[in-house]
């Protein structure tokens, strides 16, 4: 149950928000936002229609049951925010074990085929891999690798010095280490992702289906209520502002820095009136997903570049990037996607 001291709670938070600009629901950044203002303007029209004269809505919908549904909102908003830092921290770490997997396996193979005469080898060995290599092969190459260096390491012709190392120092333990890095951190990926399509299934379900169609039921009941000049008139919250116009989206350009080793990314200026900052957003990947994007920076409307290596720290590593211009009534508008694959001490740009 619900109790009076959160209710009170919702009634002071949303007296402050009714000073601050007009949101959108639809919005995950402002629906939270949105949907407690509602709370507390019921709240207010509530007291002030005095007790047993409350506003109704249908299927018991009450104040209670609202704030509880807000509540929960917020809830799976922030669980949506906590496993997408996940899956940022889970890609990180899949990037950085298949680097190490594409040169340590790579560097092995090449030995191998050197002295393939010698240990008979060479029939086994696995094609070199790449950083394009995908995660079923690479762990395939990995697995056949570490079973070939487990023979050598037991050969006693004197062909080579055992246990083998590779030339920076690298042993079959590490590499060991690696292919289970490297499976785990691609496990936890796919299971965030599962997860996260499931939250933001039941997010938007309770959006959708429950909130939104009670508030629409509220607005009406306060029409019905209240003549146009009253101030629960005048103060309804509304889903949107129809009035405000959208921003051009900026065309984005950029490439991969060889000095600072980072991302430098350059826009066109937006020319909206009311432009308030623009936001840089990305995820990783060569596809943007908007389910999965996350705010690099929110910079000043007058900056137009912008240097980043986040997500980029190992070679291999893919972001997708655009830049958002964001207008003081936040409208938005995402610019063109671009990707950025880093292959060495340099990458690849392309579009998205």
Same mark, same amino acid.
């Given at each position: ?5 959160l209710?009170?709670?919702?009634l002071?938070? +949303? ?5 601050? =600009?007009?949101? #959108? ?5 402002? $629906?939270? *936002?949105i949907? $407690? ?12 229609l ?12 009450t104040?209670?049951? %609202?704030?509880?549904?807000?509540? /929960? ?26 680097e ?9 193979? %090449?030995?191998?085929?050197y ?28 697995t056949?690798? @570490?079973?070939? +260096?487990? &023979? ?5 012709s ?5 246990? !083998? ?17 490297? /499976? ?16 933001? &299934?039941?997010?938007?379900? !309770?959006? /959708?289906?429950? @909130?939104?169609?009670?508030?629409r ?5 306060i ?5 146009? /000049? ?9 889903? *949107? ?11 984005? $350009? ?6 600072? !080793?980072?991302?430098?990314? %350059? ?10 900052? #623009? ?9 943007? =997903? ?12 007058? %900056?137009?570049? #912008? ?16 830049? #958002?211009?964001v ?7 995402? $610019?063109?996607g671009?990707? @950025?694959?880093?292959?060495?001490? *340099? ?6």
């Amino acid at each position: 149950m619900v109790s009076l001291a959160l209710i009170s709670c919702v009634l002071i938070v +949303w007296r402050h928000q009714m000073k601050a =600009k007009i949101m #959108y629901i639809d919005t995950i950044k402002y $629906s939270v *936002s949105i949907i $407690s203002s509602f709370d507390g303007h019921r709240g207010e029209a509530d007291n002030y229609l005095g007790t047993g004269h409350e506003i109704r809505l249908k299927n018991n919908y009450t104040l209670a049951t %609202q704030v509880a549904n807000t509540a /929960n909102y917020t809830d799976l908003v922030y669980r949506d925010g906590e496993l997408r830092g996940d899956l940022r921290n889970a890609t990180a770490q899949r990037d950085k074990f298949r680097e190490s997997l594409v040169a340590h396996c790579g560097q092995f193979i %090449q030995i191998m085929s050197y002295y393939s005469d010698t240990l008979g080898a060479e029939r086994k060995l696995p094609k070199l891999p790449t950083l394009s290599t995908g995660q079923v092969a690479l762990s395939q190459i990995a697995t056949t690798v @570490i079973s070939i +260096w487990t &023979q050598v390491n037991e050969d006693t012709s004197g062909a080579l010095e055992i246990p !083998l190392v590779l030339r920076d120092g690298f042993t079959l333990v590490k590499l060991q280490a690696d292919l289970v890095g490297l /499976n785990g951190a691609y496990n936890l990926m796919v299971e965030k992702r599962r997860a996260l399509a499931i939250l933001r &299934q039941q997010r938007v379900t !309770l959006l /959708n289906d429950i @909130i939104k169609p009670r508030l629409r039921e509220y607005r009406t009941k306060i029409k019905v209520h209240f003549p146009k /000049n009253h101030w629960l008139r005048t103060s309804l919250p509304t889903f *949107s502002t129809p009035s405000a116009s959208s921003p051009d989206a900026v065309v984005l $350009s950029g490439a991969w820095d060889t000095n600072t !080793l980072k991302a430098t990314l %350059q826009w066109s200026a937006c020319a909206h009136p009311e432009l308030d900052h #623009y936001e840089v957003r990305a995820c990783s990947g060569s596809v943007y =997903k908007t389910a999965e994007d996350y705010n690099l920076a929110t910079l000043p409307k007058d %900056q137009l570049t #912008y240097q980043t290596d986040a997500g980029l720290a190992a070679m291999g590593s893919s972001i997708t990037l655009k830049v #958002y211009a964001v207008t003081k009534k936040d409208r938005t508008a995402g $610019s063109n996607g671009l990707n @950025i694959t880093r292959t060495s001490s *340099s990458a690849v740009a392309r579009a998205a």
